[in-house]
């Protein structure tokens, strides 16, 4: 597909290589996504076998179709319908904004897993700049 046409498509569309490299996208992915290269960056790891597989059938000509997390450009996720169609090994995918919570995929105990891993890394945190803070202190007297 000519570049030019590509950036005008309406909705979030990348042109993507077996790898996840993005060849090209849409002028309308970069008000959605954060600027990257590659599509791997803005997937949530939990939503990663999904796309896994949605790259490994590049050999299929039919379209496939899951529903995946994408970090958004205010780094939180959002829930994106994401259908693929491979041609000549340049894969034409298209993620559209899924607004209803019973498309997500996300359960509440991924949630509760995930701020609790948020919260032992704060802690973590914590603790290394009380132990700087420290350093510091002693290095002053």
Same mark, same amino acid.
């Given at each position: 597909?000519?570049?030019?046409?590509? #950036?005008?498509?309406p909705? *979030?569309?990348?042109?993507?290589?077996?790898e996840?490299?993005? @060849?090209?996208?849409?002028?309308?992915?970069?008000s959605?996504? *954060?600027?990257?290269s590659n599509i791997?960056?803005?997937?949530?790891?939990?939503h990663?076998?999904?796309?896994?597989?949605?790259?490994s059938h590049?050999?299929n000509?039919y379209p496939i179709t899951?529903h995946l997390? @994408? #970090?958004?450009?205010?780094?939180?996720?959002g829930?994106? #319908?994401?259908?693929?169609?491979?041609?000549?090994?340049?894969?034409? =995918?298209v993620c559209?904004?899924?607004?209803?919570?019973?498309?997500s995929?996300?359960?509440?105990?991924?949630?509760q897993k995930s =701020?609790?891993?948020?919260?032992?890394r704060?802690?973590?945190?914590?603790?290394h =700049?009380?132990?700087?803070?420290?350093v510091?202190?002693?290095?002053?007297h």
């Open positions: 597909m000519d570049t030019m046409v590509t #950036k005008w498509i909705v *979030p569309y990348f042109q993507i290589s077996r996840g490299t993005i @060849l090209n996208s849409s002028n309308t992915s970069h959605y996504f *954060p600027e990257t791997w960056t803005i997937i949530h790891e939990e990663r076998d999904k796309a896994i597989f949605m790259l590049n050999a000509p899951h997390m @994408l #970090k958004v450009r205010n780094n939180l996720f829930n994106f #319908k994401c259908t693929i169609q491979w041609k000549d090994g340049v894969g034409h =995918l559209t904004e899924a607004k209803s919570m019973k498309d995929t996300i359960t509440s105990s991924s949630v =701020l609790i891993d948020t919260q032992k704060l802690k973590e945190s914590e603790k =700049l009380e132990n700087v803070a420290k510091v202190n002693i290095r002053k």
